[in-house]
């Protein structure tokens, strides 16, 4: 009986959950999804699933024709418009990830596509996703991105509609495109696969290299060693608790322990027989996995260098076949490229210039080169020898001299402090095989120390093909080594850079006035009472502050740009002298003139050294000078109501009648003014390109007479005052 009381409750619990669960599933099916209560809309059409998906195209909207087009080949993906490159299959999926399963929350919807404008969604300012189910016709989805005002938000809306939704997920910046700037187009990188190799480090069995000045290989070898004592005892009781006692080896007869081990050897090249093994062993794990800054056109090889490739690697793997690289390094102070030539696929990649020298490594990385470590306090001498001229060099009481070329200017400590340190710290970066095309060794730096015994030599060749730098030798080594760029600059001095080639220092807020003597005329840019003007022949213009300031400011530092010892004072001819007064100091004096080549050189004041002019400076100079001379335009006041009726009524069209005063200031009747333009024409005839700064002969000058001056005022003169003589050198417009 209480059995089948208890059957029967049991039963009777069975039913009631039964109908409780059953209660539970209608009223579910009848209850709105959070999508649907948050008022969620589904923007990508149900049947379209990622699977379907076999093209798609980003653009902006603002530059429609720069497109990144991306189309499945097979169960790849490829960047269609990038060569046809192969594209990150996980980052393509992820992306058509979010496509699909994309829900808005509706926004607003506005009247007119102008109102799209305010959520960068008109047809010109969004940001497109089109997504294709075949690779011809019409996109199956066409989604217009807008404005993002912050990561939660992101404005969207399908073509051809108004209705603007926030649709969660950014597909502009998921496609690389960040910022507000709507111009701003997809790059192609974002969906490259930059993956070159996949090599594991302890899969690699031979390195071999191939570079335009050197070959080198190293190989991993087998090979049996001596078990330590600790490590033989722990197998020899391993082997007797396996074995028995019983088969223990008779006393006598014990033979010593081994094991086998790998090691890598440098079989071929290099510098001596020995390498650093963490070099080795860092170059071994750059291949797991070795990645690209990008991909290029594989049809311009010649361009990176992959028509002839100078760089080769080959990598022998365990088990597998070999995988050959090949390189190319048109600039050497930049990156190189690299296509896998042992892969079906036809692709160039691009490295960074650290990549490149990762795995196709300087000798510096690989081998022990040979350097200095000297007391750059204990050099002595130093003597610089190359076509572009000799420097010599020597230090008395702590402090350099220059020997050679011995020029009266100031002379540049800091850089003659730097060159004994590189000096003494010297140091190869790379190094070349004997037949190696290394160029002539014309260029060498010689330096001595102070117990005047010791003596090291540095001989330069012609450019590295491996590195940013150039071929050497040291002492007595016939080793041809490389130095990186940067390195020789610092000990391969020229007389230029030993020299300090400023030519002026001013405090332009001090100067007073300006003498500019052009050897047949003089001219004085000076402070005034009302501002600066220009004094010539007795009269005096008004000038623009802004003009004199620029030339002031040009003035201040300008540089020479090589030294001149061959030069003295009396060995050019002078073509403008300057004489510079300022409140506070004795006035700076210095000339420009013309050598027998027609380069411009210049004195620098308060030195007897000779400086070049880079023509460009010069022209610039000469210019400004120009344009300081020109007299200030004065605002014209506002004309009366009744200037403006007697101007209408008296003044034919074409131009308005000038007051007869103006009109006699201006206008000297011909009897005054041709005399005194003929003898200014005469006085002031400007040097050519064909003769510089010379003046006419004084049987070809004539000099006005005092009535015919005074007869000008300064009106009449002014155009006459703003002129220069013409300006110097080839160049000279």
């Not at 003597?383 to 100031?410: C, F, H, M, Y």
């Not at 030798?473 to 760029?485: E, F, I, R, T």
């Amino acid at each position: 009986m209480n059995v089948k009381r208890t059957m029967a409750i049991l039963i009777g619990i069975l039913v009631i959950l039964s109908l409780i669960v059953i209660f539970r599933q209608t009223t579910e099916k009848e209850r709105p999804s959070l999508i649907e209560q948050a008022g969620f809309e589904k923007l990508i059409p149900d049947n379209l699933k990622k699977e379907n998906i076999v093209k798609l195209e980003l653009y902006a909207g603002a530059k429609p024709d720069q497109k990144v087009v991306i189309e499945k080949d097979g169960d790849k993906w490829r960047v269609a418009s990038h060569f046809n490159s192969p594209a990150k299959k996980e980052t393509v999926e992820e992306y058509l990830d979010k496509i699909v399963k994309l829900r808005g929350e509706f926004r607003a919807e506005v009247a007119t596509d102008d109102a799209l404008a305010d959520y960068n969604l008109k047809d010109d300012q969004a940001f497109y996703v089109n997504v294709y189910t075949s690779k011809e016709g019409e996109p199956a989805v066409k989604l217009l991105v807008g404005k993002s005002p912050d990561f939660k938000l992101t404005f969207l809306r399908k073509a051809g509609e108004r209705k603007i939704y926030d649709g969660g997920v950014n597909l502009r910046s998921e496609a690389g495109v960040y910022g507000d700037d709507i111009e701003k187009t997809p790059s192609p990188d974002k969906w490259l696969d930059k993956d070159i190799v996949r090599i594991e480090k302890d899969k690699i069995t031979k390195l071999a290299y191939i570079m335009p000045d050197k070959k080198f290989t190293f190989e991993k070898h087998e090979k049996e060693v001596p078990v330590e004592e600790g490590e033989a005892k722990q197998e020899s009781e391993q082997t007797s608790s396996a074995e028995g006692s019983a088969e223990t080896e008779s006393e006598g007869e014990t033979k010593p322990k081994t094991k086998k081990v790998y090691e890598w050897v440098l079989v071929e090249g290099g510098v001596g027989d020995k390498f650093k093994d963490s070099g080795l062993q860092n170059l071994l794990g750059k291949f797991n996995p070795l990645i690209a800054t990008s991909i290029v056109d594989p049809s311009k090889k010649a361009d990176w260098g992959l028509e002839t490739p100078e760089f080769k690697l080959t990598i022998s793997r365990e088990g597998e076949s070999d995988v050959i690289i090949e390189g190319g390094r048109p600039d050497t102070s930049k990156g190189g490229y690299v296509r896998v030539a042992t892969n079906q696929e036809d692709i160039v990649y691009e490295l960074s210039k650290y990549m490149f020298e990762q795995i196709f490594p300087k000798g510096q990385d690989l081998f022990d080169l040979p350097s200095l470590n000297l007391d750059k306090d204990k050099i002595k001498k130093v003597e610089i020898s190359q076509p572009e001229g000799k420097v010599v060099l020597t230090k008395e009481n702590n402090d350099w001299r220059v020997i050679e070329p011995a020029v009266d200017l100031p002379i540049q400590v800091t850089t003659l402090n730097t060159l004994a340190s590189a000096l003494a710290s010297w140091k190869a970066s790379d190094y070349a095989d004997n037949w190696a095309p290394v160029g002539e060794f014309n260029k060498t730096v010689v330096f001595t120390m102070d117990d005047n015994t010791t003596m090291h030599t540095i001989k330069i060749a012609d450019f590295s093909k491996s590195i940013d730098g150039r071929y050497a030798m040291l002492d007595d080594n016939p080793l041809y080594l490389a130095v990186g760029k940067i390195d020789v600059n610092k000990i391969l001095l020229k007389p230029r850079d030993v020299y300090t080639l400023k030519i002026l220092s001013l405090e332009t807020d001090k100067v007073t006035s300006l003498e500019l003597d052009w050897g047949s005329e003089k001219e004085v840019i000076k402070k005034g009472e009302g501002g600066w003007i220009l004094a010539k022949a007795g009269n005096e213009v008004k000038l623009d502050e802004n003009n004199v300031k620029d030339l002031l400011n040009t003035l201040d530092g300008l540089q020479g740009s090589d030294v001149r010892p061959d030069l003295n004072s009396g060995s050019y001819t002078p073509v403008l002298s300057f004489t510079i007064h300022l409140t506070d100091t004795e006035p700076i004096q210095f000339t420009i003139g013309k050598d027998k080549n027609e380069n411009i050189v210049s004195t620098v004041p308060r030195y007897m050294g000779i400086v070049e002019l880079a023509q460009e400076k010069w022209n610039n100079l000469y210019d400004l000078i120009n344009k300081s001379k020109e007299p200030k335009v004065e605002p014209q006041p506002e004309p009366s109501q009744e200037t403006e009726g007697e101007s209408q009524e008296g003044t034919p069209s074409g131009g308005a009648e000038q007051p007869d005063n103006a009109q006699q200031a201006t206008t000297p009747s011909t009897s005054e003014t041709t005399p005194q333009t003929d003898n200014a024409q005469q006085a002031t005839t400007s040097p050519t390109s064909e003769g510089v700064g010379q003046a006419d002969s004084p049987e070809q000058t004539t000099v006005p007479s005092e009535e015919e001056s005074n007869s000008n005022n300064s009106e009449t003169s002014s155009s006459q005052n703003s002129s220069s003589p013409t300006k110097v050198g080839n160049n000279a417009n």
